[in-house]
């Protein structure tokens, strides 16, 4: 939260130079730029904003955000998150909202009065997750539209070494924002040694070259993870909502192994929805992922609910139209 704080100045800068040198019809920001958030309220012409990862807003049907809880159950469930959601909310408030209103108010803008205000005042947020894997809720802000993930690999063939491989394919990612998360793919590769199974393990922010890779493995930087979705029997990922998502648009269960960060309230999910498992990274052990593992396959059907509910929000196109409309409702409101 800190280095996005720091950002912000130089995002409102970034952007309002933008829009002088373009002169866009509609601007649509990222929800963790929160200079450019501020520079596009100042524009005064149609935006909207995009949120890829779980949203903090408070509801009366769901958990308090941040420590992955399970939903309520019963008078001591709601009695837990009566107690713990002004202590949550108090960590974000202490975190955003000062960097949020330093930026405002160094572009004139009127101070949030809450953190939580940066999710509520774009025209538009397009969130891209939907139900069952997202909680249902009976109060979102108007201004929230759930569209599912807007999933997307770069154009290209799948890699040749794929048409070797006879046995299923368990897909292992880790976060492309390092974390120090490679003891999960170390720790796949001895659980899934003996096993029927191909292990493709990526590591965005990390060293492959670091790891010697067993006959059933391969172990890349990076690849696409389509053509592989096509393939596997599960995904076992960190719990990053990009590929937690993109495996379950496809209906493959997830082990999802949080680290920290939003991934505990991904993971979470995973479980609540049954489309896969849950591990904490604390009790990460081979013997522990293996048997994960086993209950995970079992899970598809839970994961092909997801996929369902996924297709039914729409998508990109449904996010496109929702934003079009925005743009023509802003112009149609103009004097002539």
Known sequence: MHTIGERAAHDAADLRRAIEATRPDALLVDINAWGALAAAELWGGPWASWCPYPLPLP?????????????????????????????TLGALERTVRRAINQVRER?????????????TSPPLLLYLTAEPFEYRRSDWPANI???????????GAPPAWLADIDAPIVLVTTSSEYQNDERLVRCAL???AGEDLHVVATLPAGNPASFEAPPNAHILPF?????????ALCAVTHGGMGATQKALARAVPVCAVPFGRDQLEVARRVQV???GS????????????????????????GASRVAEGFRAAGGAPIAADAFEAL??????????
């Open 278 to 301: 849950r591990l904490p990274a604390k009790r990460l052990r081979p013997d522990r992922l293996r048997a994960k593992v086993r209950d995970t396959i079992s899970c598809r059907p």
């Open 273 to 275: 929805a049954n489309a």
């Open 223 to 231: 690849v696409a993870h389509g053509p592989l979705f096509d393939r």
């Open 59 to 87: 509801s009366r049907d769901t958990p308090p955000f941040g420590p992955g809880l399970p939903p309520a159950a019963g008078p001591l469930g709601r009695l837990r998150d009566t107690v713990l959601r002004p202590l």
């Open 107 to 119: 572009l004139g803008l009127r101070p949030f009065a809450g953190a939580l205000d940066v999710f």
């Open 190 to 192: 001895q659980a899934l």
């Open 145 to 155: 539209r759930l569209v599912g993930p807007c999933d997307w690999d770069p154009p």
């Open 327 to 336: 743009v023509t409702t802003h112009h149609q409101g103009l004097p002539d």
